[in-house]
């Protein structure tokens, strides 16, 4: 190469997708570059405000869910159309619930990860244009002045949104379709507070959802089918109050708005997670209804996923690079479309009308109640802890290690090799040939397997 490398990863977009995938690649040893094209600042203002299961398992390999579940309200309990009922607390995890905070709140504990790190922040910085051979890739930006200037990294990473430059740099198409126009959006305080810690229902031509903040605020989204506006029209409080009377059967008096917007939302996919040296994560890969909450979520596991697929590969420990590097492709597209059907399943039913689809959603939420097995099902997906890759790629469990709990010693961001007390085995099989292990034992002396648990927290 004629020139020297700026960094190792360039990632594109400061959302929770990008600071995760930096921070762990810093925590890997190497130089990350984050790029974004808002100037410094997280904004208290956002649409996403759940955490599921697997997203706090994640967070907690790396040391954060404690403190991000201080900042929220832990639901227990999903209720859906006056009918359906879904019991959290059956979930295997550490976590069996759903947290709502708000988005900023995470974007603050792994902006902070990820300075500590050492991670390399270029606010007001802006993606023009980029370009790949078979060593490297060569970013076209514009700094805060407005000067041209370019970055060379081994890889970069578009996760800056669904209207992703890299994305359109790279000619791929967002194939789909606006499932929902003009969905209103509040920050509120309630005069009345609900019954339910998660307030939801459609009655055909309305929906509302109401969940709380913990801080005697509340997310309320509402949609009306006779008022589907442009984004741009103004949106006052007296309409979100009308929409989730007409859905909910009150408003809860609800009043001092810090926040109104007006969004629509599409079901898209772009059909290559990687091209090159350069892949796709989070909204720029995938956008869907924001039913169900998974948004975000699926977001900060596409970044889970790459990271320590990236570090292994900068670090030379895959013996296969490109069949490492295809595996984020293999495993995290099929998720991203079962996201994509299970979000629009639940907001099709939310906006179902007539006798025929009403009495097809009632069937659905008393399936649902009364089988064991399809409720866990649904709460698996919802919350991302039934998410496989495959027969012999499954998520471990937060198992108890004589070292202490599993997600406590992934923290290391490397591998971990769980064998039974006394025996220094080989290590399994893989993809990759880690630099090094964390090496833990059973503490039921009885257990004689060996299990090598991936830094994501699957196992091969």
Avoid: C
Wanted: charged share 25%.
């Amino acid at each position: 190469m004629n020139h020297p490398l700026d960094t190792d990863v360039l990632v594109a977009g400061s959302g929770p997708t990008g600071m995760l995938l930096a921070g762990d690649l810093a925590t890997a040893g190497l130089r990350a570059t984050v790029i974004e094209r808002r100037p410094h600042g997280i904004s208290n203002m956002t649409r996403a405000f759940g955490v599921h299961a697997r997203t706090l398992e994640q967070l907690d390999a790396r040391g954060l869910a404690d403190e991000l579940i201080a900042t929220g309200t832990p639901i227990t309990e999903l209720k859906l159309f006056r009918r359906l009922s879904l019991d959290l607390t059956r979930l295997r995890s550490r976590f069996p619930y759903l947290l709502i905070t708000p988005q900023y709140q995470v974007e603050r504990l792994l902006e902070r990860r990820a300075l500590s790190t050492g991670v390399d922040f270029r606010y007001g910085t802006e993606l023009r244009g980029l370009s790949q051979d078979t060593d490297h890739v060569t970013a076209e930006v514009t700094g805060p002045d407005g000067t041209p200037t370019t970055i060379r990294a081994r890889y970069l990473v578009g996760a800056d949104g669904v209207r992703s430059t890299v994305r359109t740099a790279l000619g791929l198409p967002f194939p789909g379709e606006s499932v929902i126009r003009s969905i209103v959006l509040a920050d509120v305080r309630l005069a009345e507070k609900p019954e339910g810690m998660l307030t939801v229902n459609g009655v055909g031509d309305a929906f509302a959802f109401i969940a709380p903040f913990g801080d005697g605020w509340y997310r309320v989204m509402g949609w009306d089918r006779d008022r589907e506006v442009p984004d741009s029209e103004p949106l006052d409080l007296d309409e979100v109050r009308a929409i989730t009377r007409r859905a909910l059967g009150t408003d809860f008096g609800m009043h001092d708005a810090r926040w109104l917007s007006r969004f629509h939302s599409d079901e898209r996919q772009a059909p290559a997670y990687r091209t090159g040296r350069v892949f796709l994560a989070g909204d720029a890969a995938h956008v869907h209804s924001p039913a169900g909450g998974q948004g975000m979520n699926t977001g900060l596991q596409d970044a889970a996923n790459l990271s320590w697929k990236l570090a292994a590969v900068l670090r030379g420990e895959a013996p296969d690079p490109e069949a490492l590097l295809d595996s984020y492709q293999s495993e995290r597209h099929p998720v991203g479309a079962s996201v994509l059907r299970s979000s629009g399943a639940i907001i099709r039913l939310a906006m179902a009308r007539g006798p025929v689809r009403l009495a097809l959603r009632a069937l659905a939420a008393h399936l649902l109640n009364r089988v064991p097995a399809a409720s866990a099902k649904a709460m698996g997906m919802i919350s991302g802890i039934g998410i496989s890759y495959g027969r012999d790629t499954r998520r471990v469990p937060d198992l108890k290690l004589r070292e202490g709990r599993l997600y406590e010693l992934l923290r290391e961001g490397e591998f971990v090799l769980i064998a039974p007390e006394g025996t220094t085995p080989q290590l399994p099989a893989s993809p990759t040939t880690p630099a090094r292990v964390v090496r833990a034992t059973w503490t039921d002396p009885a257990r004689r397997t060996t299990l090598l648990v991936r830094p994501d927290g699957y196992t091969f």
